[in-house]
């Protein structure tokens, strides 16, 4: 037993090596939440995150509509009626050419506004004030006219855009539907919130 005046050293060591562990033990219980709530929550992680759609029992004609940061996306499958109105429409649109870089992706900077022609991605919110439009495929329908060829319809305040989200002229909305940042993973899976060209 190794002692110095009447003091044992091994039991001075072991209480000394269990007071350090027990208090760094300690000190990471403490400083684990503090440091846990830099980090941004599970909420916040997901609200930014991308969102993997799968298509493939998406009808053509028919609009199929998912969550991303906390708006509504909508996805259109076009048939080739629309896809060929479309550039009839040219004249009656406020930016038939999207020529508001921030609306779209430069990808999309075409008449389809999307990668596949088929295939329109859009965020599902009025450049106006925020409401949402009603997608309205039907062409010529009573309340809407006789030159109504097919698209979006906001109900708070008449604004109109064709399908491919383009505003028209002489409504209220002052720009196009914005189309999210994309990229689509083959035939059946459409990946919103990563950008194509970057990804």
Request: hydrophobic share 40%.
């Amino acid at each position: 037993m190794s002692t110095v005046d009447g003091v044992d050293l091994r039991k001075r060591r072991f209480l000394t090596t269990t007071a350090t562990v027990v208090g760094a033990v300690g000190i990471a219980f403490v400083l684990t939440p503090f440091i846990k709530s830099w980090s941004p929550s599970e909420r916040a992680q997901a609200a930014g995150a991308p969102v993997e759609v799968d298509i493939s029992k998406l009808e053509t004609g028919a609009l199929l509509t998912v969550e991303w940061r906390g708006k509504p996306v909508w996805l259109v499958r076009r048939t080739q009626q629309m896809l060929a109105d479309l550039p009839a429409l040219n004249g009656q649109l406020r930016d038939p050419q999207s020529e508001v870089e921030s609306q779209q992706p430069a990808y999309a900077r075409n008449i389809n506004r999307s990668l596949k022609p088929e295939l329109l991605v859009m965020v599902g919110i009025c450049t106006h004030l925020g409401c949402s439009p009603a997608f309205r495929p039907d062409r010529a329908p009573a309340d809407l006219g006789p030159d109504w060829k097919g698209g979006f319809f906001c109900p708070c305040h008449g604004s109109r855009f064709d399908l491919a989200g383009r505003v028209f002229k002489g409504v209220p909305a002052p720009a196009n539907l914005v189309v999210p940042p994309y990229k689509i993973l083959g035939d059946t899976r459409v990946l919103v919130g990563v950008d194509s060209e970057a990804a």
